[in-house]
């Protein structure tokens, strides 16, 4: 058996998936001030009455590290940075206690400037007078040799209860990103750490030792025990789990696009032939442009139960969320209340529906069945608006899945998935006023939850060889080694993929289903005067993402219920 956990802004949704497919599922409320209560209230209740033997694994979803991005809420760290030739690092400032230092390594990994101890060990001094208890390491050329991180990291690491370096968080050069990435990683530690083990604490107390995983953004999933190493990478989880759950339900050689609509948000990706548009540089969350692997997403502040009010005389649906639906209980107009109203949803308070819009009609001058049509158009519109917004942010630049590049690829969807709670009520709605053809997936309430239970661990690795000085590494890896002359692309893969292997079987990947591919290999001869030197070697590998082995059967089970 294996459990999905998916945190909402409304809803956290549970599933457990078995041999029967659906074997079972929840939602309970999701406390926006309390995400660690309402992920344990979800896993005790799905978990009762369960013998833990049979449950494989626990795949969890959480805007817990989004959440805290987004509203501020991350605790002061620190961050040491130096550079090599080109711009001034300043430029890249991430906060408060941001600090340049001396130290420099060059492209092809050489030393060119050391680093001064005193500097660091007066930094040092600095931030442990402000309490700083995390901090962020970063070298601009540290992927070609990291030798000045893992220095700094040495005076540091005893003044310090965390110290990243940001060779370890990605392989990538991009020294801004990789600066915002690792500045990310130290900021959502302590909260993340927190988490963990509140959850560990939690599943123990019922007497429950299980194999936790979290989703990442890039719709792939780690251990639980690797993510306190790179937290960042959980943050987008969210939407990753939404196109999880389409996937098994796309359509083959089609566009697809995948809509996620929430009681908060409607979350946005597209398909192409069932693979996810991968973002190529990472996640860009509020003002870090970040390396973070991550699909291609697009959120909205448009659900359900999204606050419909009257501004300058025009009806708005979103961005803000009061409460539940008006039918529900909740304090305001949602769209959901004007389902209800049109008779489409039948489980609440009708009345109360009603009486909520009724003040609208005043103003409007019109019917209140009137009035609920047009909230149902506006949010629609909006929707739409969204829909080919993302489509044209796709079609601008080059276009990736999460396999490979689509060079001169045009997406044009003409199919759209729709899952979350409200799914069924929009998708015929959305019908009608669009030239899509709208599809309702099985289990759509909770296809979130289900995604994420069903995403197969995912990771790559990044691989450097230079024939010239006669070094190999992945220090992302912690790997380095030397070689020879007649070292080639070929050796680069192969090496690659060892190391990919192990790390994919560390974080919890299934070795008898590891489907691995070449993501990037790129081989360049070194010129001096006419004579070539040696060979520059830049090879990325990665496990193919998708649905775990053996997922068909779920998915058709789930399908026929």
């Known amino acids: 058996m294996i459990i999905g956990l998916d945190v909402g802004g409304t809803h956290t949704d549970v599933v457990l998936l078995g041999d029967n497919g659906l074997e079972n599922e929840i939602k309970v409320p999701t406390d926006p001030s309390n995400l660690f209560h309402s992920v344990l209230l979800g896993l005790s209740e799905i978990t009762t009455g369960i013998d833990p033997t049979k449950i494989q694994r626990i795949v969890l979803s959480t805007t817990l590290a989004t959440n805290a991005v987004v509203q501020g809420k991350i605790p002061a760290v620190g961050m040491i940075v130096s550079s090599g030739p080109g711009i001034d690092p300043e430029c890249y400032c991430t906060n408060p206690y941001y600090f340049v230092v001396s130290g420099a390594i060059d492209h ?8 001064q101890a005193a500097q660091i060990h007066q930094i040092e001094q600095h931030l442990q007078k402000e309490g700083i208890r995390y901090v962020g390491v970063v070298g601009k050329f540290s992927i070609r040799n990291p030798a000045h991180e893992l220095q700094i990291k040495d005076m540091l690491s005893n003044s310090f209860e965390k110290v990243f370096m940001g060779h370890r968080i990605s392989g990538n050069l991009n020294f801004s990103r990789r600066i915002a990435t690792t500045y990310l990683n130290a900021a959502v530690y302590p909260i993340h750490k927190e988490f963990y083990e509140a959850v560990q604490k939690s599943l123990a107390a019922k007497g429950l030792v299980l194999p936790i995983r979290l989703l990442k953004a890039d719709g792939g999933n780690m251990k639980f025990e690797s993510s306190i190493e790179l937290p960042a990478q959980t943050i987008l989880s969210g939407p990753a789990a939404s196109v999880m759950g389409a996937v098994a339900f796309g359509s083959e050689n089609k566009d697809t696009l995948v809509m996620d609509i929430g009681g908060t948000t409607t979350d946005m990706a597209i398909l192409i032939n069932r693979a996810p548009v991968l973002d190529p540089l990472g996640i860009t969350i509020g003002e870090y442009k970040t390396l973070i692997r991550s699909l291609e997403t697009f959120s909205i502040g448009l659900g ?12 708005n649906v979103g961005p803000e969320r009061l409460g539940p639906a008006m039918a529900y209980g909740g304090p305001a107009p949602t769209p959901t209340d004007a389902w209800f109203i049109k008779g489409e949803i039948i489980n609440g308070d009708r009345e109360k529906s009603f ?88 289990r759509w309430h909770v296809a979130n939850a289900i995604g994420a239970a069903l995403a197969r661990t995912t990771c790559e690795v990044t691989f450097f060889a230079d024939t010239e000085h006669k070094f190999a590494e992945a220090p992302e890896e912690d790997f380095s080694q030397t070689i020879d002359t007649h070292f080639d692309s070929q050796a680069a893969i192969e090496n690659a993929f060892r190391l990919l292997r192990d790390k994919a079987i560390a974080r919890g990947a299934n070795p008898d289903f590891l489907e691995m591919e070449v993501v990037e290999a790129l081989q360049f001869n070194m010129v001096r005067g006419f004579n070539t030197i040696g060979k520059n070697i830049r090879v990325k590998v990665q496990v193919k993402p998708g649905l775990i082995h053996g997922y068909d059967e779920v998915i058709s089970k789930l399908a026929s219920r």
């Open 108 to 115: 092809r990994g050489r030393e060119i400037e050391p680093v």
């Open 355 to 442: 009486s909520g819009f009724k003040s609208l009609a005043k103003s409007l001058g019109i019917s209140v069945e009137s009035v609920a049509t047009r909230v149902i158009d506006v949010a629609c519109k909006n929707i739409l608006t969204a829909a080919q917004q993302l489509i044209d942010r796709v079609n601008s630049k080059p276009v990736y899945t999460v396999h490979e590049l689509q060079e001169g690829y045009l997406v044009r969807p003409k199919e759209i998935l729709v899952l979350g709670g409200p799914a069924p009520y929009f998708a015929k709605h959305l019908e009608t006023v669009s030239d899509y053809k709208f599809r309702v997936i099985p």
């Open 304 to 315: 359900g139960d999204s606050l419909v009010k009257l501004s300058g005389g025009e009806l």
